[in-house]
């Protein structure tokens, strides 16, 4: 046989089956586009020697291993779904005389010309893209243009190592397929007459009982942090019932239609119904894919897009005094700072003690398990008047409250211990210490009279806590007339070398750094959505494409059928027109389901995230926009891949 017959044979049938196969080649290109700019980003050391730059770098790992992985699993998802498009065609070869491994040399040499081609695309264009993907990183990071742009050399390599093992483990799937299956079955593979679809009744119920699981914790479960802890399980939950209710669920509700004979027997109604089940039954776990891939696009842009446009905010409300320390001695510090010479601007000062416990009605215990979990900061009279300006006086006994989010104490006395505080009034707590915003929990300020019941109360968290009670410190937040990112980063660290050689216990913040770390952060963020959200909308593209054309091979013969039965031309395209709308189009209505039913989850975790308190209407904002621009791209996709879808049916 000749040498070069094999090459050529793969060529013609590559640009036979150009209609799955350029797709096919475009989707790993983009792969290996976006896993290269993603790794670049990655590996780039340049980043670690930027200002917070690691924060950047852990965020683009993470982001390469779900490409990477997500990757694998559609590369492979495509190339059944093609093989499976050509198993009559390897059939007829079989018959002509072929033997299996003179078609095993075809697939090979097939595979070979189309991971070239998917690695010439995807360099050139992650190579092309890859700058402007770190400008725009740099801007939502705001971090100053480097000059000049160097090739990733190990991103270069880890692309192709990655696409040459997919395509190796997509040949050995092939091969085994061909290989192992009979000529005639191949031949013939499709040309069996279907059975109805059964109602799976326990799938229905399995699909009813975890989606209904997975909106009750969204819903029920109040706590962030709880939130946060259970949240993956919610999502997976609600991932099983969507699959099980695709697929019985809706084989359930069409033959429940069909069973309303004052509906069923219209003829638009009997054929669309008929129609639907069929369709349903081949295309149940696909449309639930492109379900749950819009879902998750729709989830991580609102999520990461609602982050980005609180940042400044919630950094305004971390970082309110330029330096903030709690130190347990505040001389070393001190002297720091009059060494710099560096002019201070404002400053508080004050003795504080925080701990955590939980509230049962009036009273705080540190050992329960009912009550509500918050974290106790505790200040004196003096301290009041340091961060004030207002004189106070209590008696002993006596206490303000306050709370972080304004709620009110509708108790008359609070119970700590052995001591019960009458709270005599409400105060609005000055925030210069940021921290408070971190914290998961509710956030309560008490002002007692002196310092000796500061360690009361001290003491009292010490019993129950033992050596990891917290001890009595001072807050010390100031601003100075520094304004150069430089100096002000070497006085922060100068601070922080005093209090490790000086064996004090304690911390130190500062603004002006931790801001630009807070921007590398949710700028990371942003970019890390933006991408998946690009790899994930690009796989739901690609589906839809992919369904079009089955349902166009599948609808020739169903035309021809409906039309020998007596429907005219016009009955016939409006009737499947409609069942190709209602498969259509359920993934992304479903998909808004789910995205409003996680809005009050979202919503708790955002405010832990960063989110200040008008982070429902940023979270409203950004989930009606980002559906609405995904309804338009997701209907852009569908309009042109019914183009198609058309010329097949013809």
């Not at 780039?44 to 997500?70: E, I, P, R």
């Not at 340091?386 to 206490?399: H, M, R």
Request: proline share 3%; net charge neutral.
């Amino acid at each position: 046989m000749n040498k070069w017959l094999y090459p050529r044979l793969a060529l013609s049938n590559l640009r036979k089956s150009r209609r799955f196969v350029v797709p096919y080649i475009l989707a790993g290109g983009g792969a290996v586009a976006m896993l290269y700019i993603v790794g670049m980003l990655a590996m780039d050391n340049g980043l670690d020697n930027m200002f917070a730059g690691y924060w950047v770098s852990m965020l683009m790992a993470m982001g390469l291993g779900v490409v990477m992985v997500f990757g694998v699993i559609f590369m492979l998802y495509i190339n059944s779904f093609i093989q499976r498009q050509r198993l009559k065609e390897f059939g007829l070869y079989a018959v002509l005389g072929m033997e299996k491994r003179h078609m095993a040399l075809v697939l090979v040499f097939e595979m070979l010309f189309s991971g070239l081609a998917m690695l010439v695309l995807g360099l050139a264009a992650g190579l092309g893209l890859g700058k402007l993907a770190f400008l725009v990183l740099l801007k939502l990071i705001q971090m100053p243009v480097p000059l000049g742009f160097t090739v990733s050399a190990p991103a270069l390599v880890f692309c192709t190592e990655w696409l040459i093992g997919v395509l190796v483990l997509s040949l050995l799937l092939n091969l085994r397929r061909v290989l192992r299956a009979d000529p005639i079955q191949l031949l013939y593979q499709g040309q069996k007459g279907e059975r109805e679809p059964r109602t799976r009744w326990l799938l229905v119920l399995l699909g009813l009982l975890t989606m209904g699981g997975g909106y009750a914790i969204a819903w029920l479960v109040t706590s962030p942090v709880a939130l946060i802890l259970v949240f993956f399980p919610a999502a997976v939950l609600v991932i099983i019932g969507t699959y099980c209710l695709f697929t019985a669920g809706s084989v359930a509700v069409l033959k429940a239609l069909r069973r309303d004979r004052r509906y069923y027997y219209q003829p638009r109604h009997f054929i669309t119904v008929s129609g639907l089940l069929y369709r349903m039954k081949q295309n149940a776990a696909g449309l639930a894919s492109i379900c749950i891939l819009s879902t998750m696009v729709l989830v991580m842009m609102i999520c990461t897009v609602s982050l980005y446009s609180g940042v400044s905010q919630s950094l305004d409300m971390r970082y309110p005094m330029q330096f903030c320390g709690s130190l347990s001695d505040t001389a070393p510090a001190k002297q720091v700072v009059e060494e710099s010479g560096v002019q201070i601007l404002r400053q508080y000062e004050y003795e504080s003690i925080t701990f955590a416990g939980q509230l049962v009605d009036d009273v705080l215990v540190l050992d329960g398990t009912d009550g509500t979990v918050c974290q106790f900061n505790a200040i004196t009279a003096e301290g009041y008047t340091s961060l004030t300006g207002k004189t106070l006086t209590l008696e002993p006994g006596q206490a303000l409250f306050s709370s972080q989010d304004g709620e009110a104490w509708n108790w008359p006395t609070l119970t700590i211990g052995d001591t019960r505080w009458e709270i005599v009034g409400s105060w609005q707590a000055p925030i210069v210490d940021g921290r408070v915003y971190a914290y998961m929990v509710p956030v309560y300020y008490l002002v007692v009279p002196a310092q000796a019941d500061l360690e009361a109360l001290a003491q009292f968290q010490q019993e129950a806590y033992g050596k990891h009670a917290s001890e009595i410190a001072t807050v010390w937040a100031f601003d100075t007339a520094c304004t150069e990112m430089a100096d002000i980063a070497a006085l922060k660290e100068s601070i922080q070398d005093a209090i490790q050689n000086s064996d004090l216990s304690g911390w130190i913040d500062c603004g002006a750094t931790d801001r630009q770390e807070g921007y590398a952060m949710y700028g990371g963020f942003l970019f890390l959505g933006l991408t998946l959200g690009l790899v994930f909308l690009l796989a739901t593209a690609l589906i839809i494409y992919y369904k079009q054309v089955s349902e166009g091979y599948d609808d020739r013969q169903r035309f021809h059928i409906l039309q020998q039965v007596g429907m005219s031309r016009k009955e016939v395209q409006a009737t499947i027109r409609t069942q190709v709308l209602t498969v259509f189009f359920l993934p992304l209505i479903t998909a808004g389901i789910h995205t409003a039913a996680a809005f009050p989850a979202m919503t708790r975790m955002l405010s832990v995230l960063g989110i200040g308190t008008n982070r429902v209407t940023v979270y409203a904002v950004c989930g009606l926009a980002a559906f609405g621009v995904f309804s338009l791209i997701y209907v852009a996709v569908y309009a042109l891949t019914a183009r198609a879808y058309a010329r097949i049916v013809g």
